[in-house]
């Protein structure tokens, strides 16, 4: 079983620059999220769709938009990529709010 | 609102002695609780989670917490540590006003021979 996958698993952007993260999950999920990890700060939530056709923004949104494309997919993307962006990034997914995560091994991204 | 602290960002201990990773949180609800670990270039992979049914919660590889209502605690432990356990230690309270569950700082938990 995949699980949630997501790609790519690294990345280097400029500053000013756009990507999109991509996060798919075969678990049957109906809530999905996307964090980001930095030394000394945990996780921190950018934003959650808790069933498809709803999102809604977490703890560090700004700079960030996020589509819930279906069940399955949940994409996150950088409009105009900083520095302050350089992060891990982790997708993960759950039947239902507040139960246990399932989660991806995370893109690692810069911006130069 | 919800928080939780975990009280040591580094621990260290020997290979056959036992952990003891500290968490306090603050709820205003009745909290799920959970506890995860990451290793080295890897996604979390939960290894316990207290949703009030037991105080003493068991989980994989050995670890279990337990939840304290009256200290507001929920410390992982485990009696002998392996070189395997090596790892960063995530704990993880419910936030069921915003539907999210809010991590700590993790504690990194290095074992030696």
């Known amino acids: 079983n995949a699980g949630v996958t997501q790609t790519p698993k690294f990345q280097v952007l400029k500053t000013g620059q756009s990507m999109t993260l991509q996060c798919a999950q075969d678990m049957n999920h109906n809530s999905m999220y996307w964090y980001r990890q930095d030394p000394g700060m945990g996780l921190r939530l950018i934003y959650y769709?808790?069933?498809?056709?709803?999102?809604d923004k977490g703890e560090v949104p700004n700079g960030y938009n996020v589509s819930r494309l279906n069940k399955r997919e949940f994409s996150l993307r950088l409009e105009s990529a900083a520095p302050s962006q350089t992060s891990v990034y982790f997708c993960a997914g759950t039947d239902r709010p507040n139960s246990p995560l399932h989660f991806g091994n995370g893109t690692r991204l810069t911006v130069t | 609102a919800q928080s939780v602290t975990q009280l040591d960002s580094h621990v260290s201990v020997s290979e056959g002695t036992p952990v003891l990773l500290r968490c306090n949180y603050s709820?205003?609800?009745?909290?799920?609780l959970f506890w995860y670990v990451q290793h080295p270039n890897k996604g979390l992979q939960l290894l316990l989670k207290y949703t009030s049914a037991a105080t003493l919660v068991k989980g994989i590889n050995g670890f279990e917490a337990e939840f304290k209502k009256s200290e507001t605690s929920f410390h992982l432990t485990k009696p002998s540590a392996h070189m395997s356990d090596a790892a960063e230690y995530f704990c993880v309270v419910s936030d069921r006003g915003y539907n999210k569950l809010i991590f700590g700082a993790g504690t990194r938990l290095a074992v030696h021979p």
């Open positions: 709820s205003s609800y009745s909290p799920s």
């Open positions: 769709s808790a069933s498809e056709g709803t999102t």
